[in-house]
């Protein structure tokens, strides 16, 4: 450390410049990050919301849209009935209608109960009330009134999987509803005038000039305890004669969806062209108070008095069925249901992209202050390490070989970074080159001799493992791990050579799995690897350790019983079979178990007959006769004629 006043100036002047430096830049990757983040977030939500409300205008809209093409079919069905001469007598309407003491006509109580009609059908659910002012001499007023109930009953039963009732009105203070589990019209009272009712009276020439399918405004109904909105339809017979077609809609579920099926940290609502407020999840309370008659102006809520007025203009423009607007700190994603002409919004905060964004950038700025920190330290090490030490090193060294003093350099006394790949190592090099030069290349020479040796050392250890994995790859089965076909044959035959010699018995099994090939086929042929080797593991279990076993190829094997007599072999034998048979397999998810047997055939060799060959043969006949007797079963050679070859062996 001679010159602590220049190594001190030194590095704290290349800190304090990098410091500075690395600082501008990441404040500024910091404000890049986030305004890149932001924007991308932004340009996707965007799209995303465009697709979500697309897909959920329709979605919601699916209703609505249906009870419309209903009330076409009605109205099409009924003016096709009547035109073609609906027919109609009076048996047939007193058969359903009848009248009761307060002189009201209505269905009788079987319409509701449940009957079987004239065509041999059941009808039930349906109830009716007609005024006692209604024109019921009329013949073509009774004929409607059949025709309409005919025309309920007809449909009600499937088009209340969806809705929650049918229902016909007429301006003659008539209704005949199909209604399961409400009887509607039994409940009325004779002072019922129907006309007074919304779903009655908007359907009139003078608030429907048009004639088209109309909606009522939302409501909620005491009897079905469900938020409800009608769609009415009316059916001109004539200019005076007239009815009209009712569904009652059940808006729970929708309501439900709008409340709770939303996009995290979003919420939804719904409201009317003229302001009404249809569904919000923050004003239920309010929605109930005023039975659905709440309309956004009559809200203290300056925000959501913001959004209609923002929104209305839009929509008022005639824009697309679904668009996007970007207020102050939300994006409002609309679409339109059809139908009752609501709008669906989906209120999206800000925030939820400027606050990750925000928190990404400060992320990376704490993370790149404290890297720099880190490196502003590993600089001074480095600077410590790498320059300062190094010049100091070379400042003796130049003094040792001023004084001649090179052993210091030669000996690692003074020891110098040789070992750098840069300027400085470069430099220590020539230093020790000028030292001695001889006795760098004569340790050098050392060295590469002892690496020499090593890597001899090394590639025989592998060579060797290499050879011994090639023996045991060409003796064993890879799948079972027991000798294989040439292995097996190459020990057995040495085996009938001792037996031969010392005059000793053995007994050759051949073994075969039983039906097999419907194993690979009906489980795979993973679970047949599982059962040969499962197999393979208990003939190896069961049989003596000197006795030899080996796979002669897919699902047979073979053993070997040196000095063993016919009856010990069969007890072997037998005892293989029996634990083969006792095993279990599984499929691979584990919900079947299945089972597996074998089949065995023996032979024996005899005073003249030590032949490897005729053995095989021969134990080959007897496990063809075990299968042909019906498998899982041990069979000793009997010297019977030899089967045909090609013989199903599985």
Known sequence: MRFPNYKQSLTMDVMLQMAVRVSIVIIA?????????????????????????????????????????????????????????????????????????????????????????????????????????????????????????????????????????????????????????????????????????????????????????????????PTALEWMVSLETPIDITPTNTLNIGHDILLNALFDRVFNDHLSGTYNFIFRDDGRLIAHPE?????????????????????????????????????????????????LAVTKIDGPGWWFVTVYPKSLLSSPSLKAAKFILIVSLFALVIELIMLYLVMMKKVVQPLETFMDASSAIEGQRYEKITSNALPLPDHLDNEIGKLAKLFKSMSGSLQHFRSDMQRLTHSLEDQVKVRTRELQRAKDKAEKEATIDSLTQIPNRHSFYNRAKALLQQAD?????????????????????????????????????TIENTIREKDLLGRLGGEEFAVVLPNTSLEEARVIAERIRVRIAELSFYTTQRIQSFHTTISIGISCATETIYAYELLYKHADLALYEAKQSGRNLVITYSGSPTPQEDAPDS
Request: with cysteine; hydrophobic share 40%.
């Open 29 to 221: 990757v910091s404000a890049l990050t986030y305004w890149h983040i932001y924007k991308t977030l932004v340009s996707s939500t965007i799209d995303g919301l465009e697709h979500y409300i697309q897909e959920r205008g329709q979605r919601e809209s699916g209703i609505f849209k249906l009870a419309e093409s209903n009330h076409q079919i009605f109205r099409a069905t009924y003016l096709a009935h009547w035109q073609q001469d609906f027919f109609y007598n009076d048996q047939f309407f007193w058969h359903a209608f009848e009248r009761r003491p307060d002189q009201t006509i209505r269905l009788q109580k079987k319409a509701y109960d449940g009957y079987f009609n004239h065509s041999g059908l059941l009808s039930k659910d349906v109830t009716a009330y007609i005024g006692a002012n209604a024109p019921i001499e009329n013949n073509a007023f009774r004929k409607k009134l059949l025709l309409a109930y005919t025309m309920v009953d007809h449909f009600g039963v499937a088009w209340t999987q969806q809705f929650a009732n049918l229902y016909v009105s007429m301006p003659e203070n008539v209704n005949i509803v199909y209604w399961p589990g409400v009887r509607w019209a039994d409940n009325a009272t004779s002072k019922l005038n129907v006309l007074s009712e919304e779903w009655v009276y908007i359907t009139t020439r003078q608030n429907n000039p048009e004639r088209k399918s109309v909606w009522t405004g939302l409501y909620y109904d």
């Open 283 to 331: 004003k239920i309370k309010e929605m109930n108070r005023t039975r659905g008659m709440l309309m956004i102006s009559q809200l203290k809520d300056t925000q959501l008095q913001h959004y209609f007025k923002t929104l209305q203009t839009h929509i008022q423009k005639k824009q697309k069925d679904y668009f996007i607007v970007e207020a102050d700190e939300e994006f």
């Open 501 to 537: 010699h010392a005059g000793e018995p053995l007994c050759f099994l051949m073994l075969d799995i039983d039906f097999f090939k419907v194993i690979n086929d009906t489980y795979g042929h993973p679970q047949g690897d599982q059962v040969l080797v499962a197999c393979a593991r």
